[in-house]
């Protein structure tokens, strides 16, 4: 099979992930794999294995995430057998492609759709949604026939294997080089700094919480937010208490160090991060959104708060944080059952194999 996945750029969001995780799996099961992306580079763009070709259709990166120059005639010189969009941008123009080959759409976000988007959603072979949440809402929202669509949700994409002494070694590194006292509980949350990641919610939430137990949130990631979100830190007189990691290719060592997960998120069709986190043991809070009660257990592993509730939101840190070893304990091994169950690679590499062999025409038509 001749694959070709369109992505606009390999930054560090969940979806260029997904992406790069589907792209190298498929090249391992021997397949002819094109990542297409519309700017050159990326944070994540080291991470495609060199069994997949990796080209990009700016000659150098423009920063624009829409422009896709010669799209229709690069991907028809590659004569793909099937193409997979991944990312609003390549949806959007996903409707141009579909006279070259089967055109597979994908439905990642809990944000409104662009025109294109919707047109392209019509246009397809076939769309895979990454939540039941979002499933429904092509159906219903944007009248897409039940066959059209199907449920194949995000998989984990870092490695699992670290033993109990590894842990324990990236904890104590981890709260050293963030000044993070032994005693003190850290939560964390690991996103873009975009508007709709709202990480400036849980600076307002935190402000709030009583000094002890002793507590840190930390606030992972990059972004045009970050500066913003800094500020609003500082006014809040959190300096001491709020800690900005940056960004890490690969943030297992923060899930390591960290207590809790926490996620504020305007939109989401399903969190990655509520899924990482989890299977490295940690309990989830989370304010509610699309998609987002898919992603935990409710009481076992994780609890989803009412929107903008932030009373309901602090009375559950506390108890998080108030929480016995025992009682943390069980939680760590729930978290981790479910998330490494659910949303194990292999499943949605072989759900996905599945369905592209179905949308292929048989040999001979």
Not at 266 to 281: P, T, W
């Amino acid at each position: 099979m001749r694959l070709l996945i369109l992505q606009d750029h390999l930054r560090s969001g969940g979806t260029e992930r997904q992406s790069i995780l589907l792209a190298n799996a498929c090249a391992a099961a021997g397949h002819a794999v094109t990542l297409m992306t519309f700017r050159p580079g990326g944070a994540l763009a080291k991470t495609v294995s060199a069994a997949v070709t990796h080209a990009s259709l700016q000659p150098r990166d423009l920063g624009l995430d829409w422009f896709a120059p010669g799209l229709r005639r690069q991907v028809r010189a590659r004569q793909p057998d099937l193409i997979l969009l991944m990312g609003r941008m390549a949806n959007c123009l996903g409707w141009r492609l579909t006279p070259l080959a089967p055109v597979v759409a994908t439905m990642r976000t809990g944000k409104p759709l662009p025109a294109w988007f919707r047109r392209t959603l019509r246009a397809s072979r076939h769309v895979v949604a990454n939540s039941r949440e979002a499933r429904d809402q092509l159906l219903q929202g944007h009248g897409l026939a039940r066959e059209q669509v199907a449920v194949i949700p995000n998989s984990l994409v870092f490695p699992l294997e670290a033993d109990a002494d590894q842990t324990a070694a990236r904890r104590a590194e981890w709260r050293a080089r963030l000044g993070t006292p032994p005693e003190a509980q850290v939560l964390v949350c690991v996103a873009m700094f975009r508007p709709e990641k709202n990480q400036p919610e849980l600076i307002e939430i935190v402000r709030e919480l009583p000094a002890a137990p002793p507590w840190q949130l930390w606030l992972a990631g990059e972004g045009p937010e970050l500066a913003a979100c800094r500020r609003r830190a500082e006014e809040a007189g959190l300096v001491e208490r709020v800690r900005f990691p940056g960004f890490l290719a690969d943030p297992s060592p923060l899930y390591a160090a960290a207590d809790v997960a926490v996620h504020a998120s305007r939109s989401e069709a399903l969190s990655n991060f509520l899924i990482e986190a989890q299977a490295h043991g940690l309990p989830v809070v989370a304010a509610a959104a699309q998609g987002i009660a898919e992603c935990f257990v409710p009481g076992e592993t994780g609890w989803m708060i009412p929107r903008g509730d932030h009373a309901a939101f602090r009375e559950r840190l506390r108890e998080c944080l108030g929480a016995g070893p025992e009682i943390r304990a069980r939680r760590a091994r729930a978290a981790r059952a479910f998330a490494r169950e659910n949303f194990a690679p292999d499943r949605q590499v072989a759900a996905y194999m599945e369905l592209f062999t179905r949308l292929l025409p048989s040999p001979g038509k």
